[in-house]
C-alpha cells in the first residue's frame, strides 16, 4: 500500500507561482508513473503532469509552457512547479500513482490510478 502526502497549495493572484510536493511513503517502485492531477468544481479529474514508467515528464497540453514536473527518487518526491497560474487553473490538485506500467499521454488518464493522496487545493483569482 502507498501513502501520497501532498502539500504546497495556496491562493495566488494571476500570474503567480506555486510549487506543489507529493512524498510517497509505504511499497514504491521506481517505474510506476507518479504524478499531478486536478479536479475543478463540477468537473471530472484531469491529468496535469506526471513522471512516466520511462522517467520522462509527460505535460498536458492545457499547461505546457507553464507548469514543469520533477522527481526526486531518493526522496521519493515529485514537484509540480506552477507558474503563470490562471484562474482556469483553480482546482484541488491530486498526486497518484499505481503498480502499472504507462508511457507518454497516457499516464495522464485517471481511471489508471487508485492511489490518490487527500489532495491540495489550488485558488487563483483574477
Known amino acids: 500500500q502507498v501513502h501520497l502526502a501532498e502539500s504546497g497549495g495556496g491562493s495566488v493572484q494571476a500570474g503567480g507561482s506555486l510549487r506543489l510536493a507529493c512524498v510517497a511513503s509505504?511499497?514504491?517502485?521506481?517505474?510506476?508513473?507518479m504524478g499531478w492531477f486536478r479536479q475543478g468544481s463540477g468537473k471530472e479529474r484531469e491529468g496535469v503532469a506526471v513522471i512516466d514508467s520511462a522517467g520522462n515528464a509527460i505535460i498536458a497540453d492545457s499547461v505546457k509552457g507553464r507548469f514543469t514536473i520533477s522527481k526526486d527518487s531518493a526522496k521519493n518526491t515529485v514537484y509540480l512547479q506552477m507558474n503563470n497560474l490562471q484562474p482556469e487553473d483553480t482546482a484541488m490538485y491530486y498526486c497518484g500513482t499505481d503498480n502499472i506500467y504507462c508511457l507518454t499521454t497516457y499516464c495522464l488518464m485517471s481511471y489508471r490510478y487508485s492511489n490518490w493522496g487527500q489532495g491540495t487545493q489550488v485558488t487563483v483569482s483574477s
Open positions: 509505504g511499497y514504491t517502485y521506481s517505474a510506476h508513473p
